[in-house]
């Protein structure tokens, strides 16, 4: 089992820069992705980055086309804490932000029916 725990949201002006964390709890694995994704108001969850962790291999990372560029995902082995760091941010950036994480993955997954844990989200909002 893994518990996620988001943190670092809040309001920002348009231009300027958040770092969302995801603690994690639980087991470790040797292998693992862990993804963000966001929810605006009225619209469906959409992928936004997706980095994979493997003790055999160099990590391997995914970005949308909205935030490539602007947002880079990163992980703290030693704190088990992933992390997305967003720059340049813009109104349309304002969402709900989850993290979420599928342990044994070598691959970072943009569809988010293939990770099996979710945290609670935190809000981002981007004032222009």
């Known amino acids: 089992q893994v518990q996620l725990v988001e943190s670092g949201g809040g309001l920002v002006q348009a231009g300027g820069s958040l770092r969302l964390s995801c603690a994690a709890s639980g087991r470790t694995f040797s292998s693992i992705a862990m993804g963000w994704f966001r929810q605006a108001p009225g619209k469906e969850r959409e992928f936004v980055a997706a980095r994979s962790w493997s003790r055999w291999s160099a990590p391997s990372t995914y970005y949308a086309d909205s935030v490539k560029g602007r947002f880079t995902i990163s992980r703290d082995n030693a704190k088990n804490t992933a992390y997305l760091q967003m720059n340049s941010l813009k109104p349309e950036d304002t969402a709900v932000y989850y993290c979420?994480?599928?342990?044994?993955?070598?691959?970072?997954?943009?569809?988010?029916?293939?990770?099996?844990?979710w945290g609670q989200g935190t809000q981002v909002t981007v004032s222009a």
């Open positions: 979420a994480a599928k342990p044994g993955a070598v691959t970072p997954y943009s569809d988010e029916r293939t990770y099996d844990y």
